[in-house]
Nanobody, 115 residues
Framework: QVQLVESGGGLVQPGGSLRLSCAASGNSFSRAVMDWYRQAPGKQRELVASITSRFSTHYVDSVKGRFTISRDNAKNTVYLQMNSLKPEDTAVYYC?????????WGQGTQVTVSS
């Protein structure tokens, strides 16, 4: 079992920045693929960004150039730096662990972009 604890969400004005963190338990973090998903009210959950064990990254088109995913294997933590935030980025953000011993989700953290 892997436990994921997200933090860093909150209320921010358009154009502002936030950094989300997701800390994982266990000793297989460095070999896992880590993803950030988000789900806005009334919408399906969507993949925002991914980072592999080799630090290869992938982003959905709507966040390219604004969001950066990174990982610190020494801290078992994945980050999502979000800049130039827009109202349409408002959602609950979830991290996901894919590796040994399976697939696990965090509890989510709310991000609200509003003036």
């Amino acid at each position: 079992q892997v436990q994921l604890v997200e933090s860093g969400g909150g209320l921010v004005q358009p154009g502002g920045s936030l950094r989300l963190s997701c800390a994982a338990s266990g000793n297989s973090f460095s070999r896992a693929v880590m993803d950030w998903y988000r789900q806005a009210p009334g919408k399906q959950r969507e993949l925002v960004a991914s980072i592999t064990s080799r630090f290869s990254t992938h982003y959905v088109d709507s966040v390219k150039g604004r969001f950066t995913i990174s990982r610190d294997n020494a801290k078992n933590t994945v980050y999502l730096q979000m800049n130039s935030l827009k109202p349409e980025d408002t959602a609950v953000y979830y991290c996901r662990f894919t590796g040994v011993p399976g697939l696990f989700w965090g509890q989510g953290t709310q991000v609200t972009v509003s003036s």
